[in-house]
């Protein structure tokens, strides 16, 4: 009790640089956010959503009655408009057609003999999730009499959605038509539809997803809540309990401790658990249907932290109630000389050195190497290496699998920002070592540098030689990524009130100013009222920084744009890629914008595809 002005004067040092280093960080990044959508030619410019579309059939040409409507209306140049068509039930279809588009069929494939099974649906599963559509001979998919007239015939039979992206020629235009719209609204067969501004990149949009309303998907945000609370509680009955039941009937006499196998599997555990909960958090997240990859990687990073912390809380409770048990039994003692059992005060106990010492090494052993190495240490192997010799394998033994088909097994990853949600995590176990586990903090921060520094570094060379792209749409994730730092930020403030307190009393466990529900009232105030006023800083300060930062320069046009970005709010859309061709009669079609093979997009500035690969032209040139 000495020494507690220093763990208080460290944590106010804690608390007040990881606040005003948080609101500079969010200055920073919102201002270089805001510069590059400036200097840049973004298409949300010259977009516009268009919401509240009646129902109208695929063999009507909705892109130009949509486009008349618009213009009409508006009285401004409309370069086109690209439908949100309910697919989702065809996605499959949709996406064969498009290979078959790109690489017309070599006749009936051959027989996949010699796998069945359990093993086939493996294979099936994973070839799914590369996006890897074998042909089905059974549907008769790649034989004869299936080909353009089966493709017309499936796009006419589909449904709009109530959502379309209007694409304007200017961004005046565009900012024309939003007024207008405002005011009176757009008439499209007797309904009154709206504009809105997109702040999206279309590269990120999710086609298939429109089907689902904002009413269905807090439904199945409901249901992977669900999940993830049954997720936890399994992995806990099922798993930990067994294993902290072990270590707490394992004889400690004679300073006896478990071996090296007992910490072994503690790592394996937590290793395991992190990911399940990233599994249930993903499929959860996707689950959701959102229409952009943005938004699910926001739904993603949310409910992953959430479990995790959920999954901590329960881990370090059971391990403190089995610690405390364990001690009491053999007579532990606390500092003034009492038995551990004997104290009837929570405060009392959770102050005592025996339970912060047991409770903390637990939460630095969850820290490192559970969860600062392991798993990234692990994902090289699981995340390249392992989805290239899966592919090796089923390339080599399945016939079926070539072309096209061939170059999707081998293709490389996507880079997602999941990512915050793994640093905000880490950063949280940090920010509860002072109040918990003080005697372990310069370990602790030591690890979590190290960890950062490695991941910051296997980051950068996955991206740069490992990934196929790194697409983020606009800043919304890191926006949430800075609006999460305020749980860590928020536990020093809470740590602070926990230390102060202690420094108020004497060497008397429990004999501080506060006392019981006081204490733990005082706490959990002091992280709320932190958290409401970061959050309100980085809304009213923070975001602010970003419109005064903006040059204000007005885009050049639609067709500037378009000419230097391959992936438009056309050139994305499957269906109106085949629209364009077996519905439209465009003459060359829309190509669909493919990461890597942008030199086969063919210009038409009659329909605002207006890019061409420059090491294509450049060869053609030659």
């Known amino acids: 009790m000495e020494l507690i002005w220093t763990k208080v004067s460290w944590l106010a040092f804690a608390y007040a640089f990881s606040f005003v ?3 500079c960080y969010g200055i920073q990044q919102t201002k270089m956010f805001a510069r590059v959508s400036a200097e840049e030619e973004v298409m949300t410019r010259y977009v516009a959503i268009l919401e509240g579309l009646p129902k109208m059939k695929g063999s009507e040409k909705v892109e130009e009655i949509l486009k ?5 209306a508006c009285r401004v140049e409309v370069v086109g408009v690209s439908v949100c068509w309910d697919f989702a039930e065809h996605r499959d279809q949709v996406m064969h057609a498009l290979e078959d588009a790109e690489e017309p069929s070599e006749g009936q494939a051959p027989d996949q003999s010699g796998i069945f099974g359990l093993e086939a649906a493996i294979t099936n599963r994973v070839l799914n999730g590369w996006h890897v559509h074998l042909p089905d001979d ?5 034989q004869e009499g299936h080909g353009d007239a089966h493709t017309k015939q499936l796009l006419q039979s589909l449904e709009t959605t109530s959502t379309a992206y209007v694409v304007f020629a200017t961004q005046e235009g565009r900012d024309k038509a939003l007024e207008t719209a405002k005011a009176s609204g757009i008439q499209v067969n007797g309904a009154t539809c709206t504009l809105r501004p997109d702040c999206y990149a279309p590269e990120g949009i999710m086609w298939a997803n429109f089907h689902v309303t904002e009413a269905q998907r807090g439904g199945r945000l409901f249901t992977a809540s669900v999940n993830l609370l049954l997720a936890c509680a399994a992995w806990t009955v099922l798993l930990y309990i067994p294993y902290a039941y072990y270590m707490a009937t394992f004889s400690y006499a004679n300073g006896d401790e478990p071996g090296e196998f007992s910490e072994s599997i503690f790592v394996c555990l937590v290793v395991a658990s992190q990911i399940g909960l990233f599994v249930v958090s993903s499929e959860g997240a996707k689950h959701a249907a959102y229409h952009n990859e943005d938004q699910t990687q926001k739904a993603y990073t949310v409910m992953y932290n959430a479990a995790l912390i959920l999954n901590l809380i329960m881990d370090i409770s059971l391990q403190a109630v089995l610690s405390y048990l364990l001690m009491v039994g053999v007579g532990a003692h606390v500092a003034d000389g009492r038995l551990l059992g004997s104290l009837t005060n929570f405060q009392e106990i959770f102050e005592s050195y025996p339970i912060q010492k047991s409770v903390g090494k637990l939460l630095f052993k969850y820290c490192w190497p559970c969860t600062f190495l392991v798993p990234f240490l692990a994902e090289p192997f699981v995340a390249q ?5 899966t592919a090796k394998w089923l390339v080599g033994a399945n016939p079926k699998i070539k072309g096209e088909n061939a170059e999707k097994a081998f293709e490389l990853g996507e880079m997602e920002q999941g990512r915050y949600a793994d640093c905000i995590f880490n950063v949280i176990l940090v ?13 602790t921060f030591g690890a979590l540098i190290v960890s950062h520094l490695y991941i910051y570094c296997f ?3 996955a991206v740069l030689r490992y990934k196929r792209k790194f697409n983020f749409c606009g800043s919304e994730v890191h926006w949430l990524g800075m609006q999460l730092f305020a749980i860590p930020v928020g536990i020093f403030a809470a740590g602070l009130v926990f230390k102060g307190n202690q420094m108020s009393g004497n060497d008397t466990l429990g004999s501080g100013y506060l006392g019981g529900y006081q204490l733990w009232g005082a706490m959990a105030g002091a992280a709320i009222v932190h958290a409401v006023l970061h959050l309100a800083v980085l809304e009213f300060f923070v975001k602010g920084c970003g419109a005064s930062s903006s040059t204000g320069k007005t885009g050049a046009g639609y067709a500037a744009a378009a000419r230097v970005n391959p992936a438009t709010h056309f050139s994305t859309n499957p269906v109106y890629c085949l629209r364009s061709k077996h519905v439209l009669g465009h003459s060359p079609p829309q190509v669909m914008f493919v990461a890597g093979k942008e030199h086969v997009i063919q210009a038409n500035p009659k329909i605002g595809a207006y890019y061409i690969d420059s090491s294509a032209s450049s060869k053609i040139a030659r």
């Open 21 to 23: 280093g948080a609101i």
């Open 68 to 72: 008349d409507a618009v213009a009409q």
């Open 431 to 443: 920010a509860c070592i002072p109040f918990i586990a003080p005697a372990y903090i310069h370990l």
């Open 385 to 389: 290496w392992l989805p290239w010799q």
């Open 138 to 142: 059974a549907h008769g998919h790649g």
């Open 459 to 461: 980051d950068q060379v």
